[in-house]
């Protein structure tokens, strides 16, 4: 498993790393303490609810952590004039003509209800290199496939606000 990572992801994975070692875990420990001291655990709601969030909790620490010291650090930066990562692109879609805009992200970032769409996925891979102009076949599987038009490329700035997608 080698994810690849930017230098903003990682450090956006140790960020939250740290906030769960220090506040969620400190409160899922309160939160089990708090529902045992309730009686019966057999039939305690609260116990079991409260014992499955920190569990969640912690697998995300290890999730996170194997991330980490996994991945394949990659550079986001691109050509001024080339789609690249953190780039925003508009593409027209010639099979339905339609016109969209995509952020190209990191898998882990990849979420395509936001437009975040991961450089690993076929339109994501397919974009990458290419000009404002270029006419760029997508090919989904080796029996289907689709053609796009970059239309115009954005440097986006990376304020940090979008999200680590959880699994």
């Given at each position: 498993?080698?994810?690849e990572?930017?230098?903003?992801?990682?450090?956006?994975?140790?960020?939250e790393?740290e906030?769960?070692?220090?506040?969620?875990?400190?409160?899922?420990?309160?939160?089990?303490?708090?529902?045992r001291?309730?009686?019966?655990?057999?039939?305690?709601?609260?116990?079991?609810?409260?014992?499955?969030?920190?569990?969640?909790?912690?697998?995300?620490?290890?999730?996170l952590?194997?991330m980490?010291?996994t991945a394949?650090?990659?550079?986001?930066?691109s050509?001024?004039?080339?789609?690249?990562?953190?780039?925003?692109?508009?593409?027209?879609?010639e099979?339905?003509?339609?016109?969209?805009?995509?952020?190209?992200?990191?898998?882990?970032?990849?979420?395509?209800?936001?437009?975040?769409?991961s450089?690993?996925?076929?339109?994501?891979?397919?974009?990458?290199?290419?000009?404002?102009?270029?006419r760029?076949y997508?090919?989904?599987?080796?029996?289907?496939?689709?053609y796009v038009?970059?239309?115009?490329?954005?440097?986006?700035?990376?304020?940090?606000?979008?999200?680590?997608?959880?699994?």
């Amino acid at each position: 498993m080698h994810n690849e990572l930017t230098k903003k992801d990682i450090e956006r994975m140790e960020e939250e790393i740290e906030y769960r070692k220090l506040v969620v875990r400190k409160e899922a420990l309160e939160d089990v303490k708090s529902a045992r001291a309730h009686g019966d655990l057999s039939e305690n709601f609260e116990y079991h609810a409260a014992k499955k969030f920190k569990n969640q909790n912690e697998s995300r620490i290890r999730y996170l952590e194997k991330m980490i010291k996994t991945a394949v650090i990659v550079s986001d930066e691109s050509a001024e004039d080339e789609v690249g990562l953190d780039n925003t692109v508009e593409v027209y879609f010639e099979e339905d003509k339609t016109t969209e805009k995509y952020r190209l992200v990191t898998t882990v970032r990849g979420n395509s209800l936001e437009g975040l769409i991961s450089t690993e996925s076929p339109l994501g891979k397919a974009l990458l290199g290419h000009k404002a102009g270029d006419r760029v076949y997508v090919e989904v599987n080796k029996d289907f496939g689709y053609y796009v038009v970059v239309r115009s490329i954005e440097n986006t700035v990376d304020d940090g606000t979008d999200k680590l997608r959880s699994f």
